[in-house]
């Protein structure tokens, strides 16, 4: 089937990259493979999968297909929607791919990746995060299967907590009083909590922990709930955080959050696990981590981030694609995933992620994460950046009920094309 749909979610600057990948660039993703001795893997970011990680998976995908290769590209989070668009229709296709959890349905519901309903038990019987194998599901069929998981959590500094008499925060309100407390202790240049204003990956938590979504299915349309109650009673919380809690500026994203902790300008950010590697060494023994804390106590509902992987439906190399994905769900592969701190496919060894108060705090946040909603069109709300816009306003003092009215007609037109 042709990939009408991925085309059409792309932006301006997605458009042009895909026009430049189908005039045959010269980048090496986009050339021919080797045909069944050579299959190719697509990764997305530079080492979002550690080194270490991959080179075994390399060496041992050849070691176990004597005269067969298995060759790792890297593609750019930002080109990877429209490289693949051109890609996955094309002889010239990777083989197997990872994309992020909220792009699966771009895939799945056209047919690009390969149907793994009846080969799942091969891949072993605890597959997930739940809600990851639910993103690779489309129309019953499983096609896009869970790769690892990072749930998102609260890193903080000891020192400023102990200075500032703070606890760590048992309630979510407790949290908010704790971020403006510590903002007001620090100064004006200081952020108690890192909370760009674009940042909605984090911001959708307080909509969680209040009761509302994002969007509903409601007789098999997509119905906006942003304007609803819950959702605005954790948005005007949070724009009270823009307000008094972060200096964080009101057109950020969630890039590096953890920058500011570094240089001393933030007592608490919010990102996935793996953000704890990107903390500067000599901060190490001032850093804590602890789950967002819910309404009622307990962890809030955090958007999940991670990815799963497909194999290519035009992929010539099909066998051996599934292999790669047996190899990549052994035993072996999914413990160095959860030593290195990113969560397993594999929940059985979730507990090798440690058991310091970075683990505990990754573990809470992912016993009760969410995703965006399942729509194959969701990677259109992405490239027009309509959720940036909308909390963008909220930290800009915006009314928030307006805002988020408006929003919903937004997503309500895009999310059912």
Known sequence: ?????????????????????AC?????????????DTVTLWLAGKEDTPKKVEDWLVK?????HKGKNLKVQHIDWGELIPRLNTALQSDKTPDVVEVGNTQAATFTSVGAFTDLTDKLDQLGDNIGPKSFVEAGTYDGKVSAVPYYWGSRYIFYSKKAFKDAGIEIPTTLAGFNDAAVKLKADGGDKYSGFWLPGQDWRNGISWIFANGGDIAKQEDGKWVATLSSPESVKGLTEL?????????????????EPWTAFNNGEAAMFMAPSWARWSVDKKKAADLGGFALPG??????PVFAGGSNLGIS???????????????????????????????PANDTFTGLMGD????KAAVAAASNSKLTPASPEWASVESASIMEE?????????????????????LNAALNK
């Open 1 to 21: 089937m042709k990939l009408t749909k991925i085309a059409a979610v792309a932006a301006a600057s997605a458009v042009a990259l895909t026009a430049l990948a």
């Open 24 to 36: 045959g660039g010269s980048s090496d993703g986009d050339k021919a493979e080797g045909g069944s």
């Open 60 to 64: 041992e995908f050849a070691a176990q």
């Open 239 to 255: 724009q009270g955080l823009y307000e008094k809690a972060t200096t964080a500026p009101k057109d950020g994203k969630d890039a």
């Open 295 to 300: 309404t009622e106590g307990g962890a809030a």
């Open 313 to 343: 439906a035009k992929s010539k190399n099909q066998d051996l694609s599934f292999d790669l994905l047996k190899l990549i769900y052994s035993d072996e592969f999914q413990q160095q995933l959860a030593k290195n701190g990113l969560g």
């Open 356 to 359: 310091d108060e970075f683990a």
């Open 390 to 410: 909308f909390f963008g306003k909220i930290a800009s003092g915006g009314d928030v009920a307006a805002a988020a009215k408006a929003t919903d007609d937004k």
